[in-house]
C-alpha cells in the first residue's frame, strides 16, 4: 500500500497480484480478458490483456475500473441504477463517455476506504463480474493479512 499525502492508493505490487488472481479465474472458466487495476484517483496503476482477449475490450475494462473508482460503486450494481426512471439514468452519458453501466468493475478497499478499482472485459457480464471478483479477493486476502 502506497501513501501519497493523506491518499491510501493500490500499490503497483498489490494491482499486479489483483491482476494475477482474476487471470488465473479467467484462464478456469477460459476466457481471455482485458484487467485493469486503478489507483485511488482512478489512474491506470496495472493492466494485462491476456493472449486472445478482445481489442475492442481493453478500453472498456480500463473505464471499467475507472467507473468503479469514481462512483465507489460496482459497475453491475450502478447498472441497475442507471436504467429508465431509475436515480442515475442516463449517467452512462457523463464523464465524455468513460462510465461503464455492466458488469465487470469493483472498487477495492482497505478498512472501509476505496483505494482503488478492478475492471474486467472480455466475456460476458457473468464472466467478467467472475473474474474481477476474484481479483477484487486477491486485494482483500492481502489487504486482511496486512
Known amino acids: 500500500m502506497q501513501t501519497h499525502g493523506t491518499v491510501l492508493s493500490v500499490s503497483l505490487e498489490e494491482a499486479r497480484r489483483v491482476i494475477a488472481g482474476a487471470e488465473q479465474?479467467?484462464?478456469q472458466i477460459n476466457q481471455p480478458s482485458n484487467i485493469a487495476v486503478v489507483d485511488a484517483g482512478a489512474n491506470l496503476v496495472a493492466f494485462e490483456r491476456?493472449?486472445?482477449?478482445?481489442?475492442?475490450?481493453?478500453?472498456?475494462?480500463?473505464?471499467?475500473?475507472f467507473t468503479a473508482r469514481a462512483f465507489d460503486i460496482e459497475t453491475q450494481k450502478l447498472a441497475d441504477l442507471s436504467q429508465p426512471k431509475e436515480q442515475f439514468f442516463g449517467i452512462q452519458n457523463s464523464n465524455h463517455g468513460r462510465v461503464?453501466?455492466?458488469?465487470?468493475?469493483?472498487?477495492?478497499?482497505?478498512?472501509?476506504?476505496?483505494?482503488?478499482?478492478?475492471?474486467?472485459?472480455?466475456?460476458m457480464g457473468e464472466q467478467?463480474?467472475?473474474?474481477?471478483?476474484?481479483?477484487?479477493k486477491a486485494f482483500d486476502l492481502k489487504a486482511k493479512a496486512a
Open 128 to 136: 467478467d463480474q467472475a473474474v474481477a471478483e476474484a481479483g477484487a
Open 25 to 27: 479465474k479467467a484462464k
Open 50 to 65: 491476456m493472449d486472445g482477449a478482445w481489442l475492442g475490450s481493453i478500453d472498456i475494462a480500463q473505464n471499467k475500473a
Open 100 to 123: 461503464m453501466i455492466f458488469a465487470g468493475g469493483i472498487p477495492l478497499k482497505r478498512d472501509g476506504v476505496v483505494v482503488g478499482a478492478i475492471g474486467v472485459s472480455g466475456g
